[in-house]
């Protein structure tokens, strides 16, 4: 299963590529437009396409048997520079607005990064003894017994 991070980088282009493209829609030309949709579309594709490849890479090797996934990286990466190749060089789109929707992903990791270091660490009811070790949590019984 692929770690809540990854999803949340995920979701964070889909997202990200949508607004963009919704915006561009409304305000820019049709080559604009085009390539940003473009290349937004080819970053979610591959990083779609990645994580699912490192989670059965990650999970062929938590078992112990050695798989073929990191194998596919190769075909996935020329894939991905044929894609790009045809894009450019066959669709009239504006490369600056392909390479901006392209680059959406980082704009993603960026995000969660922040947003990993921001949050809030969880609650714990375990308090620290002054001994510098971690004691049992106090529950309302044992207070009452501290006498």
């Not at 990064?113 to 009811?125: E, G, K, M, Q, S």
Request: charge should be neutral; aromatic fraction near 6%.
């Amino acid at each position: 299963m692929a770690s809540p991070s990854i999803l949340r980088i995920e979701r964070l282009n889909y997202g990200i590529s949508a607004v963009a493209i919704v915006l561009a829609l409304a305000t820019q030309s049709r080559t604009i437009t085009l390539g940003l949709a473009i290349g937004a579309g080819l970053t979610c594709l591959n990083f779609y396409v990645l994580r699912r490849l490192i989670v059965k890479w990650t999970a062929e090797a938590a078992s112990g048997k050695g798989g073929n996934a990191s194998l596919l990286m190769l075909p996935k990466m020329l894939g991905l520079m044929g894609a790009v190749a045809v894009s450019v060089l066959f669709l009239p789109i504006d490369i600056i607005a392909f390479a901006a929707g392209y680059s959406i992903f980082i704009l993603s990791i960026v995000i969660e990064t922040a947003y990993t270091a921001l949050r809030p660490a969880a609650a714990d009811p375990v308090d620290e003894s002054p001994a510098g070790g971690i004691s049992a949590p106090k529950t309302p019984a044992s207070e009452n017994n501290d006498g």
